[in-house]
T-cell receptor, first 113, second 116 residues
Framework: DTGVSQDPRHKITKRGQNVTFRCDPISEHNRLYWYRQTLGQGPEFLTYFQNEAQLEKSRLLSDRFSAERPKGSFSTLEIQRTEQGDSAMYLC???????????FGPGTRLTVT | GESVGLHLPTLSVQEGDNSIINCAYSNSASDYFIWYKQESGKGPQFIIDIRSNMDKRQGQRVTVLLNKTVKHLSLQIAATQPGDSAVYFCAENNLGSGGSNYKLTFGKGTLLTVNP
């Protein structure tokens, strides 16, 4: 499979716990994005990497959220001290060159109890 | 502020009919408008895009129309099939210098149901 992959697909955690999600982009894509999607809404932009550099972070990305892309390949998104409001689908996308043609992974659905 | 919205939250069509999904946008500076299809439990799937200097673009069974005068975008699906049933999102992307060059701003989505 040469598409974007995400792991895990589902995560249930208790409030206050830390969680980490992984995204593997399409191999030749130099740009990687994280979005959050809640039920019935469109995805909302969280952050963007060009190679290993994190170039933009949304105001939605509070101090409890951190994302990395250490070698310009896979990326991780960590949420510390999870809250119930963090429950959502976390989507990763990648692109080559221009940013308008982004290819999304299947997402990680987070449920905070 | 910037927003991308949809006129209708749901659309139900018969198999074989043509479908038209509409979207209104407010950011005149957007350079690209994109349509995504999202099936249940899956991530959004790129369908087609159109650059802001174009009025129409055709793909396989899909056509996107852009009316900049009224800031309106539409996706036409010809001969709609049951496999087309999904939520369709329009999104905009601004490739201007600095700031949010590569962020996609999505609308809320339209649920398309194709009846056999």
């Amino acid at each position: 499979d040469t598409g974007v992959s995400q792991d895990p697909r589902h995560k249930i955690t208790k409030r206050g716990q830390n969680v980490t999600f992984r995204c593997d982009p399409i191999s030749e894509h130099n740009r990687l994005y994280w979005y959050r999607q809640t039920l019935g809404q469109g995805p909302e932009f969280l952050t963007y990497f060009q190679n290993e550099a994190q170039l933009e972070k949304s105001r939605l990305l509070s101090d409890r959220f951190s994302a990395e892309r250490p070698k310009g390949s896979f990326s991780t998104l960590e949420i510390q001290r999870t809250e119930q409001g963090d429950s959502a689908m976390y989507l990763c996308a990648s692109s080559l060159g221009t940013g308008h043609e982004q290819y999304f992974g299947p997402g990680t659905r987070l449920t905070v109890t | 502020g910037e927003s991308v919205g949809l006129h209708l939250p749901t659309l139900s069509v018969q198999e074989g009919d043509n479908s038209i999904i509409n979207c209104a946008y407010s950011n005149s500076a957007s350079d690209y408008f994109i349509w995504y299809k999202q099936e249940s439990g899956k991530g959004p799937q790129f369908i087609i895009d159109i650059r802001s200097n174009m009025d129409k673009r055709q793909g396989q069974r899909v056509t996107v129309l852009l009316n900049k005068t009224v800031k309106h975008l539409s996706l036409q699906i010809a001969a709609t099939q049951p496999g087309d049933s999904a939520v369709y999102f329009c999104a905009e992307n601004n490739l201007g210098s600095g700031g949010s060059n590569y962020k996609l701003t999505f609308g809320k989505g339209t649920l398309l149901t194709v009846n056999p």
